[in-house]
């Protein structure tokens, strides 16, 4: 049995919403939807001839009031200190794990994805007794340009 997911909430697309098929041509509206949002599906949308969503996924993920809502919201969450209790739990056996010299790397850009690195990396002081896992695409997104 499939389980196809949409390209942009990685929820099911066999749930009876509508879905479209979005094609080469407009997948440039997504590379910069996801320049902007700096969500690192960039990637995702730049190494496919098309991709399927929900049609309401779509709409949102492309509008440009939405755009500079979360951009605005994620300028501000930047500008306040975030504590570790309240980020969601991390598990490292199932999801990503970066080597703490790229932190570095990830100190120097300002968004969403590298500060989530920080966040959830810094406070372990053994990530090989975490059993901190390399995840490659997350290693290719945090190398990409912001």
């Given at each position: 049995?499939?389980?196809?997911?949409?390209?942009?909430?990685?929820?099911?697309?066999?749930?009876?919403?509508?879905?479209?098929?979005?094609?080469?041509?407009?997948?440039?509206?997504?590379?910069?939807?996801?320049?902007?949002?700096?969500?690192?599906?960039?990637?995702?949308?730049?190494?496919?001839?098309?991709?399927?969503?929900?049609?309401?996924?779509?709409?949102?993920?492309?509008?440009?009031?939405?755009?500079?809502?979360?951009?605005?919201?994620?300028?501000?969450?930047a500008?306040?200190?975030?504590?570790?209790?309240?980020?969601?739990?991390f598990?490292?056996?199932?999801?990503?794990?970066?080597?703490?010299?790229?932190?570095?790397?990830?100190?120097?850009?300002?968004?969403?994805?590298?500060?989530?690195?920080?966040?959830?990396?810094?406070?372990?002081?053994?990530?090989?007794?975490?059993?901190?896992q390399?995840?490659?695409?997350?290693?290719k997104?945090?190398?990409?340009?912001?």
């Amino acid at each position: 049995m499939s389980h196809r997911k949409c390209a942009i909430c990685d929820k099911t697309l066999e749930d009876g919403t509508k879905t479209t098929i979005v094609k080469e041509r407009r997948l440039k509206f997504f590379v910069e939807a996801s320049k902007k949002r700096r969500d690192g599906k960039v990637v995702l949308f730049k190494r496919n001839t098309q991709i399927e969503v929900h049609d309401k996924c779509r709409k949102q993920y492309i509008n440009k009031k939405l755009i500079a809502t979360y951009m605005k919201k994620s300028q501000e969450t930047a500008e306040s200190p975030q504590l570790s209790s309240s980020l969601p739990d991390f598990a490292f056996k199932t999801l990503f794990f970066v080597w703490r010299g790229v932190l570095r790397l990830a100190r120097n850009h300002n968004d969403d994805f590298r500060r989530s690195i920080v966040h959830r990396v810094k406070p372990v002081n053994d990530l090989v007794a975490a059993d901190a896992q390399y995840h490659l695409l997350c290693m290719k997104t945090l190398h990409q340009p912001p």
